[in-house]
């Protein structure tokens, strides 16, 4: 391992001095992770936790996980690491925390930095793999220490301050930002919900009435408090309506009185059959008067 940068006069630096104070230099990389460390600098420091990382990622490799890929983002006021697609800031390290950088010379992929955390104030070794870029990246960000420095004396340490409390501002708004997603997605898991709800239960007054159990015949049972008319079959048409039941003649099924051989008038009959149904007539009157 070798520490990166110093703050000589005659450093050329690789990159311009707005491009670091106004902008950011971003770089592609490999994350193998974080771990906690003792100490804030040092090479032995660093080395062990670069052998604990590669380590445990060669486990996960055995296991088909594949190494994250990040976009480093450089500039006088920190070291952002983000998902390279959606942009998502996974952490933020501000400047004044980072302790030591250092590039591995054994292992020229490599490049780590030490960075103490702003809420639990432990020191963090984040440990990277570029294979191209890993000693310009650590040397990009020596240059932005350097470059941050100066303007600590020329501003007398009010700069600092400054940039410590536009760090806290922004670190206030990831905070919310992380909140307002969880809480939209709360919202859309109770708009979902609720769909269901309404989907699966049908309005009030929307239900079909059951239509009443037939026989084996399909016919509706009679029941005599019941209203045939309102009652329709099977079939959607309404039954014959019930004749009333009075008290006057009553006739057969096709319509013609029933036949009362002793309740016929005298012209119905001719006059031999009409003396016979007299005759059977008297002698029904004679049975029921001696009885």
């Known amino acids: ?59 996960k490799k055995s296991e088909g996980q594949k190494i994250p890929k990040v976009e480093l983002q450089i500039s006088i006021y920190g070291v952002k690491i983000l998902e390279p697609k959606t942009k998502e800031v996974q952490h933020n390290c501000q400047l004044h925390r980072i302790s030591f950088c250092a590039d ?16 639990s104030n432990k020191h963090l070794c984040y440990v990277f793999d570029s294979e191209k870029c890993a000693e310009e990246i650590t040397l990009t960000i020596g240059q932005a220490f350097d470059l941050a420095y100066r303007k600590f004396l020329e501003s007398g340490g ?18 919310l930002e ?4 969880e809480l939209k997605n709360k919202v859309q898991d109770l708009e979902n919900q609720l769909r269901i709800t309404q989907v699966s239960t049908p309005p ?15 016919m509706i049972p009679f029941s005599p408090t019941s209203h045939q008319s309102s009652i329709p079959t099977r079939n959607g048409t309404q039954p014959p309506p019930v004749p009333s039941r009075s008290s006057e003649i009553k006739r057969d099924l096709f319509g013609a009185e029933p036949f009362d051989p002793f309740n016929c008038g005298a012209a119905d009959f001719p006059p031999d059959i009409q003396s016979k149904l007299d005759e059977m007539q008297r002698q029904r009157w004679r049975g029921s008067k001696w009885d």
């Open 104 to 119: 591995d010379k054994t292992d020229k992929r490599i490049f780590t930095f030490i960075c103490k955390d702003s809420e």
């Open 1 to 59: 391992m070798n520490r990166a940068f110093s703050r000589k006069k005659d450093k050329t630096w690789m990159h311009t001095p707005e491009a670091l104070s106004k902008h950011f230099i971003p770089y592609n990389a490999k994350f193998l992770g974080s771990t906690e460390v003792e100490q804030p600098k040092g090479t032995e420091v660093v080395r062990d936790a670069v052998r604990k990382l590669k380590f445990a990622r060669h486990i």
């Open 158 to 175: 009010k700069d600092v301050e400054t940039r410590k409390q536009i760090a806290g501002l922004q670190k206030r708004i990831q905070d």
């Open 204 to 218: 009030v007054g929307s239900m079909t009435p059951k239509s009443p159990s037939t026989d084996i015949f399909d």
């Open 178 to 181: 992380t909140e307002n997603m």
